[in-house]
């Protein structure tokens, strides 16, 4: 019998083969989880600049999740992490951002080996 830690493993060579199918167990018994390419928006920041302030930003986080909504949420708390106690925290003078998903697309997971976590921000002023 596996233990529950074990249905928590996730096979990769099954995941690689087709990662657009639903999670499911596999023939071990092992959970299989797909991989997720998530772009996002955050607003209402506000981090003093040479020019205009900036107010936003978006950024991608690449993920495993069991869903597309678990993948937007398991983003979203990563992205959020960064600007509450992370090295964004101290710049940022204004509240932390509301965050928006403008895309969630399923990966490979070789893609999603060669680019996750995903890091950085393309940020944006008020103008």
């Known amino acids: 019998m596996h233990s529950e830690a074990a249905a ?5 060579r099954q995941a690689a083969r087709d990662p657009f199918r639903p999670l499911r167990s596999n023939q071990f018994g092992y959970i299989e989880m797909p991989y997720y390419c ?5 607003e ?5 600049s040479a020019g205009d302030d900036i107010v ?4 991608t986080r690449w993920v495993k999740a069991e869903g597309s909504e678990g993948a937007e949420e398991i983003a979203k708390q990563l992205v959020l992490l960064d600007w509450t106690e992370g090295e964004y925290a101290d710049v940022n003078k204004g ?3 509301i965050m928006t998903v403008d895309s969630v697309s399923p990966v490979s997971f070789l893609k999603y080996l060669w680019r996750q976590p995903g890091k950085g921000h393309a940020f944006y002023s008020s103008e």
């Not at 928590?8 to 990769?12: E, L, S, Y």
């Not at 998530?38 to 955050?42: A, F, K, L, Q, Y």
């Not at 209402?44 to 003093?48: H, N």
């Open 8 to 12: 928590q493993v996730i096979n990769c």
């Open 38 to 42: 998530v772009v996002m928006n955050g």
């Open 44 to 48: 209402g920041i506000s981090v003093p």
């Open 56 to 59: 936003g930003f978006y950024t």
């Open 95 to 97: 509240d932390p951002p």
